[in-house]
């Protein structure tokens, strides 16, 4: 997990102008272990847009997999 998050860590720290680290508080990182848990992580992030309203649907969004 290291080595994918430090990467994408530096990346957005250097977009964001800021220091630190990502993965800490509400915006951890946890090991998807089987496909019973990799299908509803997959339902949550294609569905949160439209949660906080920023799409209407999964497929009108820019950040989902649809």
Known sequence: MRSLNEP???KAN???KCKGHSWE???YSQ???????MLP???HVDLNPIRVDIAQTPGKSDF???
């Open 31 to 37: 090991a998807l272990l089987n496909k019973g848990t």
């Open 64 to 66: 989902t997999s649809i």
């Open 25 to 27: 508080g509400r915006f």
């Open 14 to 16: 250097k977009q964001d």
């Open 41 to 43: 992580c997959m339902v």
């Open 8 to 10: 994408i860590a530096r």
